[in-house]
């Protein structure tokens, strides 16, 4: 069973800055495609960015260029660099694992979750 550990999260002012972080317990980690997906009170999960096992990244429409997602496979690890926070950022921030293709092309959560990492915007 693999498991993703997240940490990063915090409170912070509007326009300021986190970088959350996800550990993998798996040494098959470089082939896994990995995803941030986060999910606030009332609001269905939603995906921020993810990152395929040959490092190309996607992001969800809302990022508008202010996170940047990133893998280290050495450390099988990645994180999340997130700016120019707004209060709408506020959520618990999920860690996914192993995502796969739909026939649309299409990234699908994968079958490994993290516990979740509160990031809070607010003045």
């Known amino acids: 069973q693999v498991q993703l550990v997240e940490s990063g999260g915090g409170l912070v002012q509007p326009g300021g800055s986190l970088t959350l972080s996800c550990t993998a317990s798996?040494?098959?980690?470089?082939?896994?495609?990995m995803a941030w997906y986060r999910q606030a009170p009332g609001k269905q999960r939603e995906m921020v960015a993810a990152?395929?096992?040959?490092?190309?990244?996607y992001y969800g429409d809302f990022v508008k260029g202010r996170f940047t997602i990133s893998r280290d496979n050495a450390k099988n690890s990645i994180s999340l660099e997130m700016k120019n926070l707004e209060p709408d950022d506020t959520a618990l921030y999920f860690c996914?694992?192993?995502?796969?293709?739909?026939?649309?092309?299409?990234?699908?959560?994968?079958?490994?979750w993290g516990q979740g990492t509160q990031a809070t915007v607010s003045s």
């Open positions: 798996t040494s098959d980690f470089r082939f896994y495609a």
């Open positions: 990152i395929t096992s040959g490092n190309w990244p």
């Open positions: 996914n694992g192993d995502l796969r293709r739909a026939p649309d092309s299409s990234l699908v959560p994968g079958q490994y």
